[in-house]
């Protein structure tokens, strides 16, 4: 096989013209997605396969771009593209057929290249094992349609169930000598150490498709025909927490229905315990684990499904930003080595400043503001306090040294926070104060 390349310096003249209907075919479980075979965009017969290709069995899917030197127009006709593309690998590069075994336009059709179980000439001379999926674009210059996203997932998961290719696992690629995950972009050949290989820095599939792959592993591992693993999630024992309070107890003991989360691309084993909880303002929530042994994670959800994971994930704590007052929020336990242990669980949230007594704000006098050692509060003799709260901005409540109208607050780092007080009445206010 020749050298192959993702960068295509085509001799044709770009033709917008509207994509008409073609030839579809399809087949089973996970499901062969429909496709555009060689007669359908192809139809004079002249862009003929190989007459004598040579087959091989895939143990890893590697994903292209065409790196072509334009963004293609809306209205393209893409059928005409891949006869050029065709072109350019026979005529001009000497092959035999086009280099890909399949490749993906922008509006998420799929056209047969060399077809299934076909050695292709795209991954850099060590094409032995591979199947190549080409999207068609440069993905240094714009990011991959979701329509295409899709049907490299959907084309990626009949492929790896197909030939029993773990996703989410580097597997040994022999004929590179690399251990790559069976679904891997072009440019994770580049450090090959075999003698054959003819790789030279390629950037391809373009970085806005490489920095998807991960998040694309993820998604095909979700899918219940390649894992027989529907992922979901049992939210009807959810522990409703409340903001600021830390929960402690024991790990759930079921077995694990979730395989992994679509906010990282970590998998785990379980098994889950499920918390609720809804905030009063909107704002930044935050759920930290802490008193746990193994390796437990923590998961925030917008609703009990665990593609639908918002924000940041690290090693014992989850962010989400943008969450809502009145808006009810999972937060998930997980695990990925079984581990049962039991944890502590605080969810931080904004605090409910707009939820304030204006009538028990008049009456209440905090000084100095900003603060630094002591912080003071004066107030008249017919307002009973209930119980005074200090809160930062994640509306942890601080534990409080009150004594009889001064704080000592030097313990606090520096930074805003919010002094509530509780009346008899159970009437609330807030007052925003800074610590210096």
């Known amino acids: 096989m020749g050298k192959s390349t993702c960068y295509l310096k085509m001799k044709l003249l770009v033709l917008v013209i509207l994509l008409s209907p073609g030839l579809e075919i399809s087949a089973q479980d996970c499901e062969q997605p429909n496709y555009c ?5 192809g139809p004079q017969g002249n862009h003929p396969a190989q007459s004598n290709p040579a087959f091989t069995d895939p143990s890893h899917i590697i994903v292209h771009h065409s790196g072509d030197n334009l963004i293609w127009p809306v209205g393209t006709d893409f059928k005409l593209v891949v006869q050029a593309y065709w072109d350019q690998h026979v005529n001009t590069n000497g092959w035999s057929d086009i280099g890909y075994n399949w490749l993906i336009d922008r509006n998420g059709v799929i056209y047969e290249g060399r077809g299934d179980g076909v050695r292709g000439a795209h991954f850099s001379c060590m094409n032995q094992s591979t199947t190549g999926i080409c999207l068609i674009g440069n993905f240094e210059l714009e990011a991959p349609s979701e329509a295409a996203l899709n049907k490299l997932k959907d084309l990626s998961a009949w492929e790896a169930s197909d030939k029993d290719l773990d996703v989410l ?14 679904l891997s972009g072009h440019r994770d050949g580049n450090p090959s150490p075999a003698p054959h290989s003819c790789a030279s820095g390629t950037v391809c599939p373009g970085q806005n498709l490489y920095s998807l792959l991960p998040f694309a592993r993820i998604d095909v591992g979700n899918y219940q025909c390649y894992n027989g693993n529907p992922n979901l999630l049992d939210c009807t024992d959810a522990v409703s927490l409340g903001c ?39 704002g930044p929530i935050k759920a930290e684990l802490s008193g746990f042994s193994g390796d437990l994670d923590v998961y925030i959800l917008g609703s009990c499904d665990p593609s639908d994971c918002l924000g940041t994930v690290t090693s014992n704590a989850a962010i989400y930003e943008e969450a809502k007052a009145g808006q009810s929020y999972f937060v998930v336990v997980d695990s990925d080595d079984g581990s049962a ?35 003071h ?46 009346d008899q009445n159970n009437s609330k206010t807030s007052v925003r104060w800074v610590k210096n």
Request: proline share 9%; glycine share 6%.
């Open 169 to 182: 696992t580097p597997s040994r690629h022999n004929t590179s000598q690399l251990d790559l995950f069976p």
């Open 377 to 422: 509060y004066r107030l008249p003799a017919q307002v009973k306090l209930q119980k005074i709260e200090i809160i930062n901005n994640f509306g942890q409540i601080l534990q409080i040294d009150d004594r009889q109208g001064t704080i000592d607050v030097s313990p606090l780092p520096a930074g805003t926070y919010f002094l509530r007080f509780t």
């Open 341 to 375: 242990s039991g944890y502590q669980l605080l969810i931080s949230c904004p605090s409910p400043v707009d939820t304030e007594d204006p009538n028990l704000a008049s009456l209440i006098t905090v000084f100095p503001n900003p603060a630094h050692d002591w912080l």
């Open 244 to 282: 600021g309070e830390m929960y402690s107890g024991e790990a759930s003991l079921d077995s694990s229905g979730v395989f992994s989360y679509a906010c990282n691309n970590w998998t785990e084993t379980g098994p889950e315990r499920v918390h609720i909880i809804t905030p009063t303002a909107d």
């Open 37 to 41: 075979d060689r007669l359908c965009w």
